[in-house]
């Protein structure tokens, strides 16, 4: 499938997939993905492997600024989300604008809600949402040492 799809589009597009496959678990994460990296990939893998659908919710190059800081995002969104939506493993990418992915994550309607080891079920947004829609909240452990901070550490050292 490999989308880039708009909020506008993506409650249709999910809507269509569970038409044409009954039965089937749509999965859903979010992040900023700025500087994609083999931890990134690892935890799409896992996170795709939990269903039948991935959809990953981006966060804005105005969204990334804000949670993380300037000159944050070093990637613009639309360049993230190309790469992401050409990965194997993920379906549909959509971006969103807000702080969180609560909005994101009511139409998409997912059955399986992943966040990465950095949080614990409690502290996922959306968490109360997915669990009334009878869906549950996966987290998956981080790959130690890579992340986007420690690359851009790396880099400012070198």
Do not use: W
Not at 3 to 32: H, Q, W, Y
Not at 33 to 50: C, K, M, N, P, S
């Amino acid at each position: 499938m490999h989308l880039i799809v708009s909020r506008n589009e993506i409650a249709d597009a999910v809507d269509s997939f569970r038409e044409e496959n009954p039965g089937s678990k749509i999965v859903f994460t979010n992040g900023c993905f700025d500087i994609l990296h083999r931890g990134h990939v690892t935890y799409l893998e896992q996170a795709r492997a939990l269903g039948n659908l991935l959809v990953l919710g981006l966060n804005s190059d105005a969204s990334v600024r804000r949670l993380k800081g300037a000159p944050r995002p070093y990637m613009h969104a639309e360049d993230r989300a190309f790469l992401l939506s050409r990965l194997e493993m993920v379906d549909m990418v959509s971006v969103f604008e807000e702080d969180t992915p609560l909005e994101l994550i009511r139409l998409v309607r997912p059955d399986i809600l992943v966040k990465g080891g950095d949080y614990t079920p409690d502290t996922v947004i959306g968490k109360d949402f997915v669990e009334q829609q009878g869906g549950r909240v996966v987290i998956i452990p981080f790959v130690l040492g890579l992340s986007t901070t420690n690359i851009i550490n790396k880099i400012k050292e070198s």
